[in-house]
């Protein structure tokens, strides 16, 4: 990738009907290859920048050792021919089941040079979870991390007759692959490679499954083509840094899921440094954060929301609360004025008292050397983005799916409007459907879902899917403003419409809530019934510490739940939720749980999105005890 003296911005060409902006184009910065694959990458960066550190790998003593374009390419080839030698054939699949490693990128490279299809599986994935994924696929190889998780597929063996290979990358997999396709010529891995194209099938990824089993997403080599090289094309100052310190990425979310996967994918394409840190244990990722000093992070609200949290929670036990709430103000207010406003001299000034004292805190706990984050998944939310970007760290938000190969919109950059998820990705166009639905199209949605019948358009979506001609519908409710920036307001599927006829999305009010220190999760309720309510669990790190404030440490939860201090809190963080819907569609009444919505319990998903059916039909009689009024 050339590097840009300034990012490429094109406005969008907006289609108005009746005086509303319903649809909103983005021409494309980057076409898609005509020939070549995923596979092709790391042999083009050691051709072009052999020296190049395009990765790191972090050591047992915790520093960081960078991997140069030409050495991750011999990798590459080494495992490549270690596939073939073990007897995968062209297009067969192989799961990966692992946290976020260097391995897994590796295994990923390899298989696409050696011309098989890539099945992410969560770590956190059930057997049966896992067993329906490798399945579905059809997945004739499996790597897995470690020995739990090696036991875990070894019990469904006997239902996955056409599973050849379990591989355990802890007991040195990898190397034994390389070992094993010693014998195997260079030629055969350049002969896979040059018989992929763009439309060969690159990866199946499973979606979430929040109504029922999850559905394999057909990516091909053109839909990661197109969103990662648009991506890095309108994000300049992220993924092509002009300044001293270049470009650089630490990843932590699960490469399972399409974000965290689109970035890798962007960070080898743009020979931009990506490492690896596969625990998010707060104290493990602050460590690796500071070791590997990113520029730039991929990040879900929940993180921001938790660094934002932690660090107001130290300035309480230091007797510091009001200060850091006022810094807060200031750096929210500061960050309100990103993209066309002016801040006056004394806000300034403000800012420029609190910067050493609370905002380079914040940028030293994500590394010290962050200056931007993409954060996606779900939406951030207006005053934490305007706090990070008050604090010195610019946030772009994007907004898409797993059949979107990841971003639709993104904040694009010198042009922000918080509170939206932007314009549409270069080479994406965005419809508002007549029901208020999302429409999506483009050359990075996908091919289809894996198993449907033959000639079936995707669920959801028109024909034609694949390559751009035909609409997504994304089972999203947003709309388009004036300058074609896009706002979701909730999930199609998620509305809830109350006995009185007022249709409520739930989302704006959720997010709201779970930004707050206390709460976990949050569940609002009220189809068919007369008013809104929600189901509340707290968050332990931050109750933890509001019961050592308070010197309660003591008491049992089941009370704690109905401790009136407790609740006035809570209390207080739903009257500021409801600020932002109107009366009828406010939250009259809520019940804390006592304990938390698990992946485990079959109340999120591995994404950690909500199960509403399941949460309805397990506290069934809390939610019938909001209603009662006697």
Same mark, same amino acid.
């Given at each position: 990738?050339?590097?840009?003296?300034?990012?490429?911005?094109?406005?969008?060409?907006?289609?108005?009907?009746?005086?509303?902006?319903?649809?909103?184009?983005?021409? $494309?910065? @980057?076409?898609?290859?005509?020939? /070549?694959?995923?596979?092709?990458?790391?042999?083009?960066? #050691? *051709?072009? =920048?052999? !020296?190049?550190?395009?990765?790191?790998?972090?050591?047992?003593?915790?520093?960081?050792?960078?991997?140069?374009?030409?050495?991750?390419?011999?990798?590459?080839?080494?495992?490549?021919?270690?596939?073939?030698?073990?007897?995968?054939?062209?297009?067969?699949?192989?799961?990966?089941?692992?946290?976020?490693?260097?391995?897994?990128?590796?295994?990923?490279?390899?298989?696409?040079?050696?011309?098989?299809?890539?099945?992410?599986?969560?770590?956190?994935?059930?057997?049966?979870?896992?067993?329906?994924?490798?399945?579905?696929?059809?997945?004739?190889?499996?790597?897995?991390?470690?020995?739990?998780?090696?036991?875990?597929?070894?019990?469904?063996?006997?239902?996955?007759?056409?599973?050849?290979?379990?591989?355990?990358?802890?007991?040195? $997999?990898? @190397?034994?692959?390389?070992?094993? /396709?010693?014998?195997?010529?260079?030629?055969?891995?350049? #002969? *896979?490679? =040059?018989? !992929?194209?763009?439309?060969?099938?690159?990866?199946?990824?499973?979606?979430?499954?929040?109504?029922?089993?999850?559905?394999?997403?057909?990516?091909?080599?053109?839909?990661?083509?197109?969103?990662?090289?648009?991506?890095?094309?309108?994000?300049?100052?992220?993924?092509?840094?002009?300044?001293?310190?270049?470009?650089?990425?630490?990843?932590?979310?699960?490469?399972?899921?399409?974000?965290?996967?689109?970035?890798?994918?962007?960070?080898?394409?743009?020979?931009?440094?990506?490492?690896?840190?596969?625990?998010?244990?707060?104290?493990?990722?602050?460590?690796?954060?500071?070791?590997?000093?990113?520029?730039?992070?991929?990040?879900?609200?929940?993180?921001?929301?938790?660094?934002?949290?932690?660090?107001?929670?130290?300035?309480?036990?230091?007797?510091?609360?009001?200060?850091?709430?006022?810094?807060?103000?200031?750096?929210?207010?500061?960050?309100?004025?990103?993209?066309?406003?002016?801040?006056?001299?004394?806000?300034?000034?403000?800012?420029?008292?609190?910067?050493?004292?609370?905002?380079?805190?914040?940028?030293?706990?994500?590394?010290?050397?962050?200056?931007?984050?993409?954060?996606?998944?779900?939406?951030?939310?207006?005053?934490?983005?305007?706090?990070?970007?008050?604090?010195?760290?610019?946030?772009?938000?994007?907004?898409?799916?797993?059949?979107?190969?990841?971003?639709?919109?993104?904040?694009?950059?010198?042009?922000?409007?918080?509170?939206?998820?932007?314009?549409?990705?270069?080479?994406?166009?965005?419809?508002?459907?007549?029901?208020?639905?999302?429409?999506?199209?483009?050359?990075?949605?996908?091919?289809?879902?894996?198993?449907?019948?033959?000639?079936?358009?995707?669920?959801?979506?028109?024909?034609?899917?694949?390559?751009?001609?035909?609409?997504?519908?994304?089972?999203?409710?947003?709309?388009?403003?004036?300058?074609?920036?896009?706002?979701?307001?909730?999930?199609?599927?998620?509305?809830?419409?109350?006995?009185?006829?007022?249709?409520?999305?739930?989302?704006?009010?959720?997010?709201?809530?779970?930004?707050?220190?206390?709460?976990?999760?949050?569940?609002?309720?009220?189809?068919?019934?007369?008013?809104?309510?929600?189901?509340?669990?707290?968050?332990?790190?931050?109750?933890?510490?509001?019961?050592?404030?308070?010197?309660?440490?003591?008491?049992?939860?089941?009370?704690?739940?109905?401790?009136?201090?407790?609740?006035?809190?809570?209390?207080?963080?739903?009257?500021?939720?409801?600020?932002?819907?109107?009366?009828?569609?406010?939250?009259?009444?809520?019940?804390?749980?006592?304990?938390?919505?698990?992946?485990?319990?079959?109340?999120?998903?591995?994404?950690?999105?909500?199960?509403?059916?399941?949460?309805?039909?397990?506290?069934?009689?809390?939610?019938?005890?909001?209603?009662?009024?006697?």
């Amino acid at each position: 990738m050339e590097l840009q003296t300034a990012p490429k911005l094109v406005e969008p060409v907006r289609t108005v009907v009746d005086g509303v902006v319903r649809e909103v184009e983005v021409p $494309a910065l @980057a076409g898609v290859p005509d020939s /070549g694959s995923l596979g092709d990458i790391p042999f083009r960066n #050691a *051709r072009e =920048a052999p !020296r190049t550190a395009v990765l790191s790998r972090k050591a047992q003593d915790g520093t960081w050792h960078d991997v140069t374009a030409a050495e991750f390419a011999a990798e590459v080839l080494a495992v490549a021919k270690g596939l073939i030698a073990e007897g995968l054939r062209e297009g067969d699949r192989i799961a990966i089941m692992a946290r976020t490693t260097y391995e897994w990128t590796l295994l990923d490279f390899a298989a696409w040079a050696a011309g098989l299809v890539t099945v992410p599986v969560y770590p956190t994935s059930s057997a049966l979870q896992a067993r329906w994924i490798i399945q579905d696929s059809g997945a004739v190889a499996c790597a897995v991390e470690d020995t739990a998780q090696a036991r875990l597929i070894s019990t469904e063996r006997p239902n996955l007759p056409w599973l050849a290979h379990l591989w355990e990358i802890d007991t040195g $997999a990898v @190397a034994r692959l390389a070992k094993a /396709g010693e014998q195997v010529p260079d030629a055969v891995v350049h #002969a *896979r490679r =040059a018989a !992929r194209t763009p439309d060969s099938v690159a990866t199946l990824i499973y979606t979430s499954g929040t109504t029922g089993r999850p559905k394999g997403c057909v990516i091909t080599h053109a839909n990661f083509f197109a969103e990662a090289d648009n991506a890095v094309e309108l994000l300049h100052p992220v993924f092509k840094s002009v300044s001293k310190e270049p470009a650089s990425t630490l990843l932590f979310l699960p490469l399972s899921h399409v974000f965290g996967r689109m970035v890798a994918v962007g960070c080898l394409r743009a020979r931009v440094r990506l490492g690896h840190a596969p625990s998010i244990r707060t104290e493990d990722l602050l460590a690796d954060l500071a070791g590997f000093r990113p520029t730039f992070l991929l990040a879900i609200p929940y993180v921001l929301e938790k660094v934002y949290n932690t660090a107001r929670a130290t300035a309480e036990r230091m007797g510091r609360a009001s200060s850091f709430d006022r810094a807060a103000r200031i750096a929210q207010r500061y960050g309100e004025t990103a993209g066309g406003g002016t801040p006056g001299l004394g806000l300034r000034a403000a800012r420029a008292l609190y910067d050493p004292l609370v905002y380079r805190r914040i940028r030293a706990a994500l590394g010290g050397s962050v200056r931007y984050v993409i954060s996606g998944g779900s939406p951030l939310g207006r005053r934490l983005a305007a706090f990070y970007n008050g604090a010195g760290i610019e946030v772009f938000e994007g907004y898409g799916l797993t059949e979107t190969t990841g971003a639709s919109t993104v904040t694009p950059p010198q042009k922000p409007r918080l509170g939206t998820v932007g314009w549409p990705l270069p080479g994406t166009a965005v419809r508002i459907a007549d029901d208020g639905e999302v429409l999506l199209r483009g050359r990075h949605v996908f091919a289809g879902y894996w198993n449907t019948a033959a000639g079936e358009a995707p669920s959801g979506a028109g024909g034609g899917v694949g390559g751009g001609v035909g609409w997504l519908a994304t089972g999203d409710i947003g709309e388009l403003d004036a300058e074609g920036y896009l706002t979701i307001t909730g999930r199609k599927k998620d509305l809830i419409i109350t006995s009185a006829g007022k249709n409520v999305a739930p989302a704006p009010l959720e997010d709201w809530l779970r930004a707050h220190p206390l709460v976990g999760q949050c569940m609002v309720v009220g189809d068919n019934r007369p008013y809104v309510t929600a189901l509340i669990t707290l968050e332990p790190e931050g109750l933890a510490h509001w019961r050592a404030m308070r010197r309660k440490e003591t008491v049992p939860m089941r009370e704690l739940v109905r401790d009136e201090e407790l609740r006035a809190e809570l209390q207080r963080a739903v009257d500021e939720a409801n600020r932002l819907v109107s009366r009828s569609e406010s939250i009259r009444r809520f019940t804390v749980l006592p304990g938390q919505f698990t992946e485990a319990g079959g109340h999120l998903t591995p994404s950690l999105k909500l199960r509403r059916a399941a949460v309805l039909r397990d506290y069934e009689g809390e939610i019938a005890g909001l209603y009662d009024e006697t």
